[in-house]
């Protein structure tokens, strides 16, 4: 393995090196650049130390993505504390348990998710400071409260002629110290917090900037979408562009359609990094309708004039991602085969990746230009990757991988992670894959039980069929998906049914599906329920065949 490198070492140098350029904004916000982002980590950094907070300890941050969210993550690593992000979109229970279970001391939060949690639920926090400001939202802690009254004084006097470069000095990390804990889901019983290591935040950083350093310049800009509490996001696109002295944009609002158009038009990135939703929805409402034009589609059979107008088409495409983009990378879940082969089919730089948390997240990736339609790239550097089948081109055989990026495990949980880490130290992912001579992985399913949303985050089944299984004349149901649409079937209570029309039971059904929705993020949501007559069909072990109803 190559030897390691001080994470925190990057983003010191980052901060060094781009010390008067523009950093981090809030879109049609606030902006900092590298040396305001410096001493808004001194500062907390000085909360941390009065507080009596020391290496080691949990700091959970939640909230939608800005700038006062990197900044609280990147003073929480490097000061050797460990970091516990978690989604907003999670509601507040789910935050509680995540908060409870990660043992956490402080809690960073912004101001749309402050208003789902009950403090008095996570009673061994010492804090909850607001994101958007930094103050006090409470305090259980005289240190605490005193460090932040007077954090300007004691900032004041540990600077009294002002701040400058030489004073960043960050937390010497170590590659197998303990970084952050990122949960996958949030509900008790399933939640399952992925502890990363320095050396995988810094494996997925290194990399990235290997292979698009040079495409990619400091000081460009790139534009941050996806949740940066999500690894993929968090990795690809955070803390690759600040390590490498960009300046990030961040959506602070629900990204919309109409405001990502609009975002990339005014902020034109040099390097767009998606999930499929963003990237399809962008096609099937854009371009699709106008080159179903009949004129279009004749010239698009005549060869010497379809070249031309699939250069034409390729750069109306090309501009609505800003018109700069290097590449348009594609993660978090499968990437329609009709899109796909559309801007394959006109010369667009597209090219999708593979990763999971566990891998912080990158497992495969290659550059556009030697992408292969229906593949996720190659093993990443300083990763092993190998399918488990007699003959990996042609059988499909599970995934399984190891290296620099790897977790060190589930967080106090030592038989999930013997579950997916075998005697020789390589991770099973759960998923089916065929791997080319080139190295190209093509996945061919998965084998674990969890769904990947549109937007790229997990959406276990059985957490929402534990809740479902509660209501009103629900037997049994399991959670399918179609597209990007989650469905649940339900077999109704058979001593109840009697009693009821089919009208009746389907009324009965969505008041289920409308009180159900409450209680879950909006990424995983049920679009509808639908009857099912026979029971489900089950194992030896009474477990329901899923792979039964998946198509239905």
């Not at 990158?362 to 550059?367: A, F």
Request: hydrophobic letters at 40%.
């Amino acid at each position: 393995m190559e030897t390691f490198s001080s994470f925190n070492a990057y983003i010191q140098r980052a901060i060094i090196d781009n010390w008067d350029k523009d950093a981090l904004t809030d879109y049609q916000g606030i902006t900092l650049q590298f040396h305001d982002v410096a001493r808004k980590i001194e500062k907390v950094h000085i909360l941390f130390e009065n507080s009596g907070v020391v290496r080691g300890d949990k700091i959970a941050i939640c909230g939608r993505n800005s700038a006062h969210w990197a900044v609280a993550f990147i003073a929480t690593l490097t000061y050797g504390a460990v970091a516990v992000p978690i989604l907003h979109e999670f509601n507040g229970e789910q935050i509680q348990n995540i908060v409870n279970h990660s043992g956490a001391k402080l809690l960073f939060i912004g101001d749309y998710a402050v208003k789902t949690i009950d403090p008095e639920a996570m009673p061994d926090l010492e804090a909850i400071i607001n994101l958007p400001d930094f103050s006090l939202l409470i305090s259980r802690s005289d240190k605490v409260t005193y460090a932040r009254e007077h954090l300007n004084m004691l900032f004041g006097s540990k600077f009294p002629r002002a701040f400058r470069k030489e004073h960043v000095n960050y937390y010497k990390d170590e590659a197998e110290e303990l970084a952050l804990i990122n949960y996958t889901s949030g509900t008790t019983g399933f939640s399952k917090g992925v502890m990363l290591p320095y050396r995988a935040i810094w494996g997925n950083v290194e990399f990235i900037i290997s292979r698009l350093g040079n495409k990619v310049k400091p000081g460009d800009n790139l534009l941050s979408i996806l949740p940066m509490a999500h690894m993929y996001g968090m990795a690809v696109e955070f803390l690759f562009g600040f390590c490498h002295g960009c300046h990030l944009f961040f959506l602070t609002r629900l990204p919309s359609p109409a405001i990502i158009a609009q975002a990339f038009a005014d902020i034109r990135p040099t390097l767009v990094v998606t999930v499929p939703l963003i990237i399809e929805k962008i096609i099937r409402k854009k371009v699709f309708p106008k080159i179903q034009d009949n004129r279009i589609r004749l010239l698009l059979q005549m060869p010497v004039i379809s070249k031309k107008v699939k250069e034409r088409i390729c750069q109306q495409v090309y501009q609505a991602f800003g018109g700069r983009a290097y590449e348009v990378i594609v993660g978090g879940a499968a990437l329609s085969k009709e899109v796909e082969e559309f801007l394959l089919s006109i010369n667009f730089p597209i090219t999708v990746g593979y990763g999971t948390t566990e891998c912080a997240p990158l497992i495969s990736y290659c550059d556009h230009k030697v992408f292969k339609g229906g593949s996720c790239g190659t093993p990443v550097d300083r990763m092993e990757v190998r399918i488990l089948s007699s003959d990996p081109e042609h059988i499909p055989g599970e995934i399984v991988t190891k290296g620099t990026n790897l977790m060190l495990g589930y967080y106090n949980n030592d038989e999930a992670t013997k579950a997916v880490i075998d005697k020789d130290g390589w991770y099973h992912t759960g998923d089916l894959a065929t791997m080319a001579p080139s190295g190209h992985i093509f996945i061919r399913g998965r084998i674990k039980n969890m769904l990947l949303g549109a937007n790229g985050q997990n959406v276990y089944p059985e957490e929402i069929e534990d809740k479902l299984n509660t209501m009103a004349m629900v037997s049994e149901s399991i959670v399918i998906q179609r597209d990007d649409k989650l469905v649940a079937l339900v077999h109704p209570d058979k001593d109840e049914v009697v009693n009821f029309t089919q009208e009746e039971l389907e009324k009965i059904m969505e008041q289920n599906r409308q009180e159900l929705n409450n209680q879950l993020p909006v990424y995983s949501r049920i679009s509808a329920i639908e009857l099912h007559d026979e029971e489900f069909a089950k194992t030896p072990k009474k477990s329901i065949k899923r792979y039964l109803y998946q198509n239905n």
